[in-house]
């Protein structure tokens, strides 16, 4: 069973920048796809960000396109979410989860991070 750990969470002003991290254990990290999800108060789960097992190809939600960049390194089992010009509509829990990419880009995957705070003041 894999475990998912995310990292870099707070309070950021509008505009500002944050930078998430996911690192993964227990499973075969670089075989699988990693995605970025969010949920904020009242609303359901969405889809933010995939990438695929190499890192050759990544996807994203039309509302953060542009402003968001995934990364991934294989050799740290470790999957980055760098989020540029932030605005208050991106405050949410994020969470990071390993599936295949058609999976993830479904909203769907086995396995799930606990989750990290993004708050963004306008």
């Known amino acids: 069973q894999v475990q998912l750990v995310e990292s870099g969470g707070g309070l950021v002003q509008a505009g500002g920048s944050l930078r998430l991290s996911c690192a993964a254990s227990?499973?075969?990290?670089?075989?699988?796809?990693m995605g970025w999800f969010r949920q904020a108060p009242g609303k359901e789960r969405e889809f933010v960000a995939a990438?695929?097992?190499?890192?050759?190809?990544?996807y994203y939600a039309d509302s953060v396109k542009g402003r968001f960049t995934l990364s991934r390194s294989n050799a740290k089992n470790t999957v980055y979410l760098q989020m540029n010009s932030l605005k208050p509509e991106d405050t949410a829990v994020y969470y990071c989860?390993?599936?295949?990419?058609?999976?993830?880009?479904?909203?769907?995957?086995?396995?799930w991070g606990q989750g990290t705070q993004v708050t963004v003041s306008s």
């Open positions: 989860a390993l599936d295949a990419t058609s999976r993830l880009r479904l909203g769907v995957a086995n396995n």
């Open positions: 990438i695929d097992s190499s890192g050759s190809s990544s």
């Open positions: 227990g499973r075969t990290f670089s075989s699988y796809a």
